[in-house]
């Protein structure tokens, strides 16, 4: 490509190209990773989680008190007279209860399954476990309670409720498993 002015006077240049330099040229090569930046500052604890609470209290002689409050609105009722009862119950005592487990009378242990009743539990004349999982309507979600009562005077009992990972939606029983890292779920279905 020769310059403008070296073309003669009176001769016409031949034309000449034309240099763009808007256009995009291709993609160069990464460079180099940068230095790992500084650990960020740590962060506020988070709220309680739901996990287990325990009660422990005593019940004067021939009477009913309730010793634990799930959270889905089911009672733990300790009985105390010539022996010692522990019921799982709607507050209203309604035949909306549903649950699983088992009870342990007398050293002897039973299975408990019902749908549709007033209560789950056991009474005894000696001392009284019960280890049961249930609800007070097909809404609410399944919890679980683990309780003791000893008889005397006053009767003694003792009673951790846990909030279950669990809860029935359409005929599935559907478990929850959640961490720090993961979350799922998992169906079991009755055929």
């Known amino acids: 490509m020769t310059p403008a002015a070296s073309c003669s006077t009176g001769v016409a ?27 960020g500052a740590k962060g506020e604890q988070g709220p309680q989680g739901p996990g287990a609470t325990s009660v422990s209290t005593t019940v004067t002689h021939e009477s009913a008190a309730t010793i634990a409050t799930l959270n889905n609105g089911l009672v733990l009722e300790g009985i105390c007279g010539s022996g010692v009862a522990l019921l799982l119950k709607t507050p209203a005592s309604a035949k909306t209860v549903t649950g699983w487990g088992t009870v342990t009378v007398e050293n002897k242990l039973y299975s408990e399954e019902n749908s549709g009743v007033a209560s789950l539990g056991a009474e005894s004349g000696t001392q009284v476990d019960v280890d049961l999982t249930a609800r007070g309507s097909s ?4 919890e679980h309670v683990h309780a003791h009562g000893s008889p005397g005077s006053p009767c003694t009992f003792a ?8 809860r029935m939606q359409r005929g599935r029983l559907i478990f929850q498993f959640v961490g720090p890292w993961y979350g799922f779920e998992c169906a079991l279905v009755h055929v």
């Open 139 to 142: 809404t609410s979600a399944f």
């Open 159 to 166: 009673a951790m409720p846990t909030i279950g990972p669990w």
């Open 13 to 39: 240049c031949p034309p000449q190209p034309v240099i763009a330099f808007n256009g995009q040229g291709r993609q160069g090569l990464p460079g180099t990773p940068g230095a790992a930046g500084i650990a």
